[in-house]
């Protein structure tokens, strides 16, 4: 048997982040991945999908380059997209084996299962100790009750970047980031027919219903057919044709795509012999990311708590710094840090703090500040106008919630991310000179909106209840 200061399980942004963190404070650690390092993000995940997304803007450039006044003799050919970028991805992941994992043990392509919850099991009846383990399996696609699914070829995350040809017909069921993502990106790659089973109000529904409303508009433009409160009850095979019924009438495809979600990557890892507790949503952890076994840790999305590759590696880097006890002038609590995060959709849409619909429904008091993408001067040159950013904010101007729907809204997120994190007031952001004409000045006008309301009701913003 042999002996670590840590193991950690899984190799994705959690497990990453946790195991480079370790080993650079000096500590020896194992590190197991079931499949490749990188985990999800970076093989079948947020890197193929933002790369796909890359080349469908590149294709919607060259569609609309008349409007910029340029010409394109002859016409555009679309060929393997997806070999190429399957090519660099594997690349990625080998440098990032032989560089960044240099000082950390690897065992790669084994399984790992507890034995007690000092030990592991991984490869061939191999035993591993530690004194600290780092759970980091990440999560998996829900599959959601369809009749007849199981009888059907469906693509998911983990395989739609390793077809060969855009289909003709595409139906996606979801209308979250991957599914939107998706639609966008095989539509304007080539599918002739793409279709969204939502079974929620509106697409994303984790941001308020104005916002998604300016992507499902975009989308409507672009022939996406959105079918939203609705549930897909039964899939079968005519002949070469998927049918697809639902609570709305019956759709007909020759690809499905399932995007309902994520559920914890859990169930092969012996938890119970490691006696660590978990629910359907993930394992049970406390601020500082320990379970009930205060030297097993659960870091990324295989807590349940978000489901971001931003928020796993946070997670990670924060928990081995408890486990070491550093004297760090950080906070090492989860919850001090606000998580935003972005879907990268033409437009795109980001979001960091408490979205409208969650401060009426908790009764907190709070004044939308609001300004539109097409009020200035720089998005209407660029034509990319679509949009707006959005900030609630209380009556003393602290920040409590960003959404921001248009051009580069993942990058401008920052900025109100930065601003909740560190009580920063949405005045101080109006007193900050920024750069023109970027499209940061969207943040700066609507701080500066705020701030005439401020001075306008005598150092208050007025209040929606």
Sequence with gaps: MKIYDVIVIGMGPAGMA??????????????IESNKIGGECLNCGCIPSKAILNVAALKDDIDNISEFGLKINGSLDIKDVFLPIQNRIDTIGQKKAEKVFENVDRLIGVQAEFIDSHTIKAGNNLYYASKAIFIATGSKPFIPNIKGIERIDYLTNKNIFKINEIPERLVIIGGGAIASEMALSFKVLGSKQVSMINMDEHLIPSVDKDVAEVLEEQFLKRGIEVHNNTIATSVYKDGNTIVVNTTNGMLKCDKILVAAGRVPNIDRLALEKANVHYSKKGII?????????KHIYAVGDCNGINLFSHAAMHQGMLSVMHLLGTDSPCNLKRSIYPVPWAIFTFPEIAHVGATEKQLEKEGIKFSIVK??????????VDLKDEGFVKIMVD???YVLGASIVGNHASELIAEWTMAIQNHITIMDVAMMQHAFPTLSMMNLRVAQMAMMQFYANKGTLPQTA
């Excluded at 601020?287 to 076994?293: H, L, Q």
């Excluded at 300004?371 to 209407?380: C, Q």
């Design 285 to 293: 952890v406390d601020e500082f990311n320990r379970t009930n076994e």
């Design 395 to 397: 009556d003393r101007g």
């Design 18 to 31: 946790a195991s480079t963190t370790a080993s650079n404070f000096g500590l020896k650690v194992l590190a």
């Design 371 to 380: 300004d539109y993408f097409k009020n200035y001067g720089r998005s209407l």
